[in-house]
T-cell receptor, first 115, second 113 residues
Framework: KAGVTQTPRYLIKTRGQQVTLSCSPI?????VSWYQQTPGQGLQFLFE???????NKGNFPGRFSGRQFSNSRSEMNVSTLELGDSALYLC??????????????FGPGTRLTVL | QKEVEQDPGPLSVPEGAIVSLNCTYS??????FMWYRQYSRKGPELLMY??SSGNKEDGRFTAQVDKSSKYISLFIRDSQPSDSATYLC?????????????WGLGTSLAVNP
């Protein structure tokens, strides 16, 4: 069974630009969560989608947005990039909603660098 | 103060040592406790899952939860070089805003042959 895939793996952007990251969950998984990982803040929850609906949202500004398609694939978008957005962005999929109860399977992440 | 505190280390031990990793938390609503392992350039993978208080053992790994002290631990027996990774604790409650997973910063572990 193929794991969670994320594209691209590495990305370099400049301040003010926007970026779209993509995540393909494990086949059959309907929940996709996005996290930002930085050395200083660790893993921080961005949002969770289940069957194309946003179920939960973290404390990030509106520049961070996401969506989920009918095939469960998900994208997240960051507009007007800031230097502080440089991070590893991780996508995780699970069979059911709610990460506290369903095992999450993570992709390798997209390393975003903002110059 | 963060909701979940975890010493980032790094922790360096000789092969065969017993390793103890810990997290403390402040939210008494947390009921679901997890330990994830993250190798370099990889995403985290679930290692242990515990509901409420108590111990859980899986091979060389033991997870302990003490809800009265708001303290969780992961013990690794007979540590191996392949255990070298970052270990992250994560926890969540069951209702409302507590349903989001809250993570520790992670502890970097190196097991030296």
């Amino acid at each position: 069974k193929a794991g969670v895939t994320q594209t691209p793996r590495y990305l370099i952007k400049t301040r003010g630009q926007q970026v779209t990251l993509s995540c393909s969950p494990i086949s059959g998984h309907r929940s996709v969560s996005w996290y930002q990982q930085t050395p200083g803040q660790g893993l921080q929850f961005l949002f969770e989608y289940f069957s194309e609906t946003q179920r939960n949202k973290g404390n990030f500004p509106g520049r961070f947005s996401g969506r989920q398609f009918s095939n469960s694939r998900s994208e997240m978008n960051v507009s007007t990039l800031e230097l502080g957005d440089s991070a590893l962005y991780l996508c995780a999929s699970s069979l059911g909603s709610w990460a506290g109860y369903n095992e999450q399977f993570f992709g390798p992440g997209t390393r975003l660098t903002v110059l | 103060q963060k909701e979940v505190e975890q010493d980032p280390g790094p922790l360096s031990v000789p092969e065969g040592a017993i390793v103890s990793l810990n997290c403390t938390y402040s939210n008494s609503a947390f009921q679901y406790f997890m330990w994830y392992r993250q190798y370099s350039r990889k995403g985290p993978e679930l290692l242990m899952y515990t509901y409420s208080s108590g111990n859980k053992e899986d091979g060389r790994f033991t997870a302990q939860v003490d809800k009265s002290s708001k303290y969780i631990s992961l013990f690794i027996r007979d540590s191996q070089p392949s255990d070298s990774a970052t270990y992250l604790c994560a926890m969540a409650g069951s209702a409302g805003n507590n349903r989001k997973l809250i993570w520790g910063l992670g502890t970097s572990l190196a097991v030296n042959p």
